[in-house]
């Protein structure tokens, strides 16, 4: 997950230069409230487009990292199981269908993807910058679901 | 090729919230802050100058105005020290993406802090601070770029008694 690194060190660099922005000189008290309106928006929309960036982040890796498990599944399985792997790695499944497979009985967590992706999809297909972001906070819990699909994959159990 | 899906995602469109649960949420979101803001005021000691008052804050925001709904007011807390204002705890937003809540803390540096409430299973639940003076990547300073990111960027840290004297002044520690 270094990308997500250096999604956040871009975005950081972005919107510490923004928020560090000084006052232009002889400016009127209503357009100094503008300015920082537009500041605001700014440092909002900046948000949003890394948010984007983090997810697709969090989307390749949960694709990978399912790939791999139906790879295994369909290999390490017989009979009706490896049926049913095979069926699966047939089709198309739908993301959040994976966190399922990738993450069972962590329903917290897969509510917190879907809510993101959700928003991802809201902002991506409808155009809609609707909510501010904290994207330190998003990009640290993708890097947590990240880690927790890893280590939840290495364990021997998991792929059976 | 058949396309799986959970029936549980029939509906991932985002909604947004009627006018009771705007209602209900900023009610939440005041009992929120007034637990925060206790918790600050047990935090500062007593002898050392510091007074604190909360008022009202007219928040306004994008799901408030989506229903009709005029600025509503929600608790702000300032603390002064020995007269002077040393912090005022503002709430930004009760509607954001990745955290429950976030509230500006606005002292005497240019930039505000900022308190985030976490709830996430993997972090330890409730506020953590994010301050605007640790050090961050800046064209004005292309060596900063070279640096890594300081960690607390991305996790803040827990706001506790010691975060707080950090904000408000003194060594109480």
């Given at each position: 997950m270094?990308?997500l690194?250096?999604i956040?060190?871009?975005y ?6 923004l928020s ?6 002889g400016?009127?008290?209503e357009?100094?409230l503008e300015?920082?309106k537009?500041?605001?928006?700014y440092e909002?929309i ?5 948010f984007?960036?983090?997810f697709a982040?969090c989307?390749?890796?949960?694709k ?7 790879g295994?599944c369909r ?9 049913a792997?095979?069926?699966v790695?047939?089709?198309k499944i739908?993301?959040l ?12 967590i897969?509510?917190t993807?879907r809510?993101?992706?959700?928003d991802?999809?809201h ?8 909510l501010p972001?904290d994207?330190?906070?998003v990009?640290?819990d993708?890097?947590d679901?990240?880690k927790l699909i890893?280590?939840?994959l290495?364990?021997?159990e998991a792929?059976? | 090729?058949?396309h799986i ?10 909604h947004p919230?009627t006018?009771?649960e ?9 009992q929120?802050l ?8 047990s935090?500062l000691?007593?002898?050392e100058?510091?007074?604190t008052?909360?008022?009202d804050?007219m928040?306004?925001e994008g799901p ?8 509503q007011p ?6 002064r020290r ?10 930004e ?12 803390v606005f002292g ?5 802090h900022k ?6 299973p993997?972090?330890e639940?409730?506020?953590h601070l994010?301050?605007?003076d ?8 292309p ?6 990111l300081?960690?607390?960027?991305l996790s803040?840290?827990r706001f506790?008694r010691?975060?707080?004297y ?8």
């Amino acid at each position: 997950m270094d990308d997500l690194d250096s999604i956040h060190g871009a975005y950081k660099v972005i919107n510490t230069n923004l928020s560090a922005l000084s006052i232009p000189q002889g400016i009127s008290n209503e357009n100094r409230l503008e300015y920082y309106k537009m500041l605001k928006e700014y440092e909002e929309i900046n948000s949003h487009a890394y948010f984007c960036l983090a997810f697709a982040q969090c989307e390749d890796l949960i694709k990978k990292r399912f790939r791999q498990l139906v790879g295994t599944c369909r290999t390490t399985t017989r009979g009706a199981d490896q049926g049913a792997w095979d069926y699966v790695g047939g089709n198309k499944i739908d993301i959040l269908f994976m966190v399922k497979f990738l993450l069972p009985g962590h329903d917290k967590i897969y509510a917190t993807v879907r809510e993101l992706y959700r928003d991802r999809n809201h902002i991506v297909h409808e155009a809609k910058l609707t909510l501010p972001i904290d994207l330190p906070r998003v990009i640290k819990d993708i890097k947590d679901i990240a880690k927790l699909i890893d280590d939840t994959l290495s364990t021997p159990e998991a792929a059976l | 090729m058949a396309h799986i899906r959970d029936t549980d995602d029939d509906d991932l469109e985002y909604h947004p919230p009627t006018r009771e649960e705007v209602f209900a949420q900023l009610e939440d979101w005041r009992q929120r802050l007034h637990k925060l803001y206790a918790d600050i005021i047990s935090w500062l000691p007593d002898g050392e100058g510091y007074e604190t008052k909360i008022r009202d804050y007219m928040t306004d925001e994008g799901p408030m105005r989506h229903v009709g709904v005029p600025p509503q007011p929600v608790p702000e807390l300032v603390v002064r020290r020995h007269g002077e204002q040393v912090a005022v705890f503002t709430p930004e937003a009760c509607w954001i993406i990745g955290v429950l809540g976030r509230v500006m803390v606005f002292g005497n540096q240019h930039r505000p802090h900022k308190l985030v409430e976490v709830d996430f299973p993997t972090s330890e639940t409730g506020w953590h601070l994010y301050r605007s003076d640790w050090p961050s990547p800046s064209l004005q300073d292309p060596s900063s770029l070279l640096r890594p990111l300081d960690p607390r960027l991305l996790s803040g840290v827990r706001f506790d008694r010691e975060q707080l004297y950090g904000l408000v002044g003194g060594n109480h520690g």
